[in-house]
């Protein structure tokens, strides 16, 4: 996956430097963003549901199935814009590094506007590439039209889900339900059921075998949020490349947080809508709320339900009508999903 | 066009209420932007040079060609978001209605950053139904995967442009020479060549009318480009549907911008250069700027300039290989595209 896409970036790179030079430092930040971390997840998601689909393990569908990689690039360049993050995989996400440029050169203007549009346009270049990379991959171009449904219904969906995200935090919602549906779309379609859909679609799979992707994929893409969740909170900022307390400075409405809620006392919950979205919240707060997370029996409870649904995903693949080599991997998978280091 | 697109808006309108109910208010938001206003000008080229490469008058033509205006609402709404414009097309900006939202509906933290990151989510959206509108369009599998490479350039095109664009804004550029490149990609090609050979591709066209479709699209989209520039500074509110002097406060480095630099004496220069990009200018400094725009003669070469541009652009249609009915349309477009009201 890394060779392929660094492959298809040295491809557009003479691209749009032919249009300007001045472009050279946009297809570097792309490079460097995309070859510099990131679990592969999604592309390992859709290259084992191509292979679950009975698809043989082939170039084009390597390249295809890393094509999600940049579909997911979009969607980190522009949260870090919409969270006004900066920091993304212990690196200056890709706004403050254009903000920064901004400065060094001592350009005009509004230096973090500037960084921001400049990340708005990288984003949607990504996804641009990204269509172009499954569409070029090599695969027959019945393949790729089967396919086009999925990939539309995934991308529409973690938009949708992001919408619904920011939703549930501004109006300050605070059910385990609603937030467990924020989770669905945001996450669990878009990292896993939609990937396998995808690589299974490719492939030629039938109705049943999407069913079964998606009783492993669904419950699986789920304790992978939550797992998310609780690293946004409790994990080593060395590991998850993201300053600790971040998702409790910017008000994020979890699973964990709404489990927190609603056992929560009065006082409890009090204190928790008082310091959570505090965007000036310190350690002292941050320790505080894990705290709370933790008397309140949240952490527990969300423990449990990852448990829960990786139990879920796991019983799923144990019968799905897949290859014992994918079922291997994807219980495999699985674990690397839901692990608890970054 | 506008009946096409109502009817996909329509399609695509359950599939989101569908994962939430709180989707209703964005399937409401794009279609309200999608079917008020707009030339259609991107719809028209492509539909055109699917006529001009042969293809017949048909539903699934009308289709593909009507999903550029979906390109393009993720332009218009990205581009508010960049340059902070509140107002399109007379009416809010998307970002400014779901700013507004959250004012009125007491949300908890900040209006004006919930307002962009909904635009930004519904900017992506638009892109992805794009995408989704053209390859469900009707037309043919093998049509479809030839004209995909010609699809993929105008959308990396444009945000290459939109890039080079902001890049000149804020490092102050001013040649004539830099200005038109960037009109070329962010406007010509995007605008009308690329849609005219999309709609061509798809028709099955070889390298000789793609050719004449370049030596009519680029200097008409040039021509099109500098007209929306001297209607940005002169034009009438009413029918720009933008607030006079935006461009200018914004302090835009278009091709009109750029003339005036060159043949500016150092006093006027050291005016231009104090005024624009002033986000306070108030009508005065509106007028004074126009002024100078008029003295130094860079109004004038500007219209002179649209009009030689728009000149080779209809030289090459009447020479190129279409048929009369599809010539007498492009040189109605030319007019269409280039006219002193917007």
Known sequence: VQAVLAAELE????????????????????????LNGGKRLRSAFCYWGWRGGGGADEDAAVRAAAS????????????????ASDTRRGRPSVHRQFADLHVR???????????ESAAILIGNLCLIWAGEMLVTSGLASDALLRAMPVYDAMRAEVM???????LEQVSGGASVERALRVARYKSAKYTVERPLHLGAMLAGAGPDLIAALSGYGIPLGEAFQLRDDVLG??????????PAGDDLREGKRTVLIAAALEQATP????????????????????????GLLI???ALDATEQLIADLTKEALDAI?????????????????????????
């Open 295 to 297: 008397e309140t029996g």
């Open 68 to 83: 999600l990689e940049l579909v997911h690039a979009c969607a980190l360049i522009h949260d870090d814009v919409m969270d």
């Open 233 to 242: 909170v409790f994990g080593d900022p060395t590991e998850t490349g993201k």
């Open 267 to 290: 006082e409890q919950s009090a204190v928790i809508d008082r310091l959570l979205g505090d965007p000036a919240l310190d350690g002292d707060g941050v320790a505080e709320l894990r």
């Open 160 to 166: 949708a889900g992001q919408y619904l995200d920011m």
């Open 318 to 342: 144990a019968v799905a009508p897949v290859s014992d080599t994918a079922r291997t991997v994807l219980v495999d998978l699985a674990a690397s999903a839901t692990s608890r280091r970054d």
């Open 11 to 34: 491809r557009q790179r003479p691209l749009v430097e032919q249009i300007s030079p001045d472009l050279a430092g946009v297809a570097d930040v792309v490079q460097d963003f995309l």
């Open 105 to 115: 050169s001592g350009w005009r203007g509004d230096a973090e506007g500037f960084g």
